[in-house]
């Protein structure tokens, strides 16, 4: 039938699903009934008609700009850089983080054409120079694209008269020395710090 | 059956799923392979932090000759290569060198390419930032030249008649070298001055002393490459890390 051939084909372009589990999708929905699957559609519709782009920091919003740049609780003058708008939910979850964020885009990488254009460089630079950011924390993934990505944007805004930072690598909580890798502990050793108090 | 192992050097790498990685492999004695391997996004994977891009290391691969992707059940890192990371001119060099050993190496084992390029890559990691461009340029004409497509700069690259030395190159990317004056005849070339192929000599030759370049020159080297490139190699094809570094497009930022 086209329609399911449609609504599977559709679910099979998401990242993680092939057709199969499309397939087991569809199968589930049909099975829940019609009111089931029109919540679905119409929650769907709900993102992509009143979600979009935070005009200041890139990150989701339903209004023009978004919750974190709304609120003025937060810290205007630190600024967390992610990759991706998935990302600031990761740095949220460690509550520890109370400035604002900018979200890239994605990070450089030549093998698929991303280069500094394609990010949202500029507007990082633009929040920069309209004054009160006194520290921009780098926190794109520690890969290789995000090495480079904070090496350039640490060159970017050197000379811009603020604190530029990278997120520490190293061991994880309730980890296991035995279990670590070697890459891991040798930036964890490199980064080592002295006890205080 | 026991893996086979294998000196490798990863070329790219996309997620698959919430918990694995396909990586594509460029190895000394198997050639390009792509592997899965399984959960290595895992907070305890056994592969931690190995499978980055141009790292090197020893892969354990369990293969099926039936298959196009094989299972990767380690890979024993020997060099992390994060000196790439160092700047943006250096990835990129590397980015392209990585993308025309994966695109244009053998699928068998093909020893000397992978030793150039993991000797390339060695070099860009640890080479002063000034020396990048051209080391980068030297690297990538030695890979084609070692993957059998040398351009011909003293003989004409359709008759073979030998073409006199320190006189301007009629450069043919199509023919695959220099032309001699009968056969430039209505051909597109790009003449090279005899400083400009003497740069490219030394360029492609793995001894003769690197040559110096200004920003004007090296944007012409790097055209000049990737024009052969794609005449010779790419068969219409994408080249997206040749074509940023060719374009260098965050110089004018």
């Known amino acids: 039938m086209r329609a399911i051939e449609a609504l599977v084909t559709e679910l099979a372009r998401l990242p993680g699903i092939g057709r199969k589990t499309a397939q087991r999708l569809t199968f589930h929905l049909l099975q829940q009934g019609p009111e089931e699957s029109s919540r679905l559609a119409r929650a769907l519709d709900t993102v992509a008609t009143t979600v979009r782009a935070c005009a200041e920091c890139g990150y989701v919003a339903e209004e023009e700009r978004c919750e974190f740049c709304r609120d003025a609780r937060r810290d205007a003058g630190l600024i967390c850089v992610v990759e991706e708008a998935a990302s600031v939910q990761a740095v949220e979850r460690s509550t520890e983080f109370r400035g604002r964020y900018h979200v890239l885009g994605g990070r450089l990488s030549p093998l698929d054409g991303i280069g500094p254009e394609s990010l949202r460089i500029d507007s990082l630079l633009e929040r920069v120079r309209g004054g009160g950011v006194r520290e921009v924390i780098l926190a794109t993934n520690p890969s290789m694209e995000g090495e480079v990505t904070a090496t350039y944007l640490h060159q970017v805004l050197a000379g811009e008269g603020l604190r530029v930072t990278r997120l520490a690598r190293g061991l994880p909580m309730g980890g296991d020395l035995e279990y670590v890798d070697g890459v891991t502990l040798a930036h964890a050793l490199l980064a080592r710090q002295d006890i205080v108090g | 059956m026991p893996p086979i192992t294998t000196p490798a050097i990863i070329l790219g790498a996309l997620r698959y799923g919430d918990t694995s990685k396909i990586v594509r492999l460029a190895t000394r004695d198997l050639g390009i392979r792509s592997a899965l391997a399984k959960g ?76 150039l390029l993991s000797g390339a890559l060695t070099v860009l990691e640890t080479a002063p930032e000034e020396a990048i461009e051209v080391l980068g340029l030297r690297m990538l004409w030695r890979l084609v030249s070692v993957l059998g497509f040398a351009p011909a700069l003293d003989r004409c690259a359709r008759d073979g008649t030998p073409l006199p030395p320190d006189t301007p190159l009629r450069f043919s990317a199509a023919e695959g070298g220099g032309l001699c004056s009968r056969c430039a005849d209505g051909h597109g070339v790009s003449t090279l001055a005899p400083v400009d192929r003497r740069a490219l000599e030394a360029l492609v030759s793995s001894e003769a002393e690197l040559p110096v370049f ?13 024009r052969f490139l794609r005449h010779h190699l790419a068969e219409g094809g994408e080249m997206p890390a040749i074509t940023f570094w060719e374009e260098r497009s965050w110089v004018s930022r």
């Open chain 2, 40 to 115: 290595a996004l895992r907070p305890r994977s056994r592969f931690g932090a190995s499978l980055q891009l141009l790292s090197e290391g020893v892969a354990h691969l369990y293969l099926k000759e039936t298959r196009d992707l094989q299972t990767l059940a380690a890979f024993d890192l020997t060099s992390l290569r994060s000196g790439l990371a160092a700047d943006l001119p250096r990835f990129s060099a590397a980015a392209a060198i990585g993308e025309v050993a994966w695109r244009f190496s053998p699928a068998e084992s093909h020893p000397d390419s992978y030793d």
């Open chain 2, 214 to 226: 200004d920003e004007r020159h090296a944007a012409s080297h790097r055209r000049l490459f990737a």
